[in-house]
């Protein structure tokens, strides 16, 4: 009898193991993409902003899926926990990033078509995209990786420990993944670093996949309406225009020709 039990448990401890150390892997895998496909395809590549949102779209998808599936114990639980009350809070922070995005200098926008296009596009499914990697896959990740014990039998202590490590976590990708981008290599990676305090709340607080998102589009959606043309938002933005080799030429011959001339009428 004794035997069995001591059994039970070093199985109990192996799925543990199986469940939760991974999670580590997962993360590093995680940045790694969180940067490659701004990198890769914004930088490197420089496609179209809405063809570079598709093939963003459907890796960002693919690989939570495969974490959903792999690196998970119970997909529908992880996808329906709390759902409720994440949509709820979602939508509340949701209405803090429109105020956020509208401090945002205004812009003028295409019409018909066009802008509904936009709107979807660009607004709801690269806001929901950013959403689920850059909060949503760090956060649940990490509080999978200390699963071998309920929150519940965990001291408030420590519950708030993981919760600070989650939200960690969530502030590297999102300065990782924008770091991807050119323009956000410098002073400009702030505001994105300090967005994220905002935005991961309904799913710290939660651990619903659905509350970063929801708040994520409330910014991406009014950032395509009030500021189409933002250099705050939706990245990748254009790039400063550079001049060609023979307008520099020119420029440098009459300069000098300025400052000889200059020279000579001492």
């Known amino acids: 009898m004794s035997s069995t039990i001591v059994l039970e448990r070093k199985q109990a401890r ?7 150390h991974p999670q580590w892997a997962w993360l590093l895998a995680g940045l790694v993409l969180a940067f490659g496909l701004p990198y890769l395809f914004a930088d490197l590549w420089s496609l179209h902003r809405d063809v570079y949102y598709g093939v963003y ?21 992880t996808l329906t926990r709390n759902w409720r009350l994440g ?8 209405g803090v990033e429109v105020a956020i995005a509208f401090t945002e200098k205004a812009t003028v926008h295409p019409q018909g078509w066009t802008f509904a296009g936009a709107i979807f596009w660009r607004g709801v499914v690269y806001g929901a995209t950013d959403g689920l990697l850059l909060s949503v896959f760090p956060i649940l990740a990490v509080f999978a990786a200390f699963a071998s014990r309920p929150l519940r039998e965990r001291t408030k202590h420590a519950v708030a420990g993981i919760g600070a490590l989650a939200l960690a976590a969530s502030l590297v990708f999102t300065a ?17 670093v300090a967005g994220d305090l905002v935005w991961s709340v309904p799913t710290l607080v939660t651990l619903s996949p659905f509350g970063a998102p ?10 395509v309406v009030h500021s189409y043309d933002t250099n705050t938002f939706l990245p990748p933005h254009a790039a400063p225009a550079t001049p060609r080799p023979e307008h520099e030429l020119a420029r440098v011959a009459a300069t000098s020709g300025t400052a000889t001339t200059l020279g000579g009428s001492r």
Request: hydrophobic share 50%; charged share 15%.
């Open 214 to 223: 929801i708040a994520h589009i409330g910014l991406h959606v009014t950032a």
């Open 176 to 192: 990782v993944y924008h770091l991807g981008y050119p323009d956000f290599r410098g002073a400009k990676l702030k505001k994105p």
């Open 57 to 77: 779209a459907l890796g960002v998808v693919s690989f939570f899926a495969l974490w959903l599936k792999l690196g998970t114990d119970s997909p529908r639980r």
């Open 87 to 94: 949509i709820g809070l979602g939508a509340l922070f949701a």
């Open 14 to 20: 192996a799925t543990v193991g199986v469940s939760t």
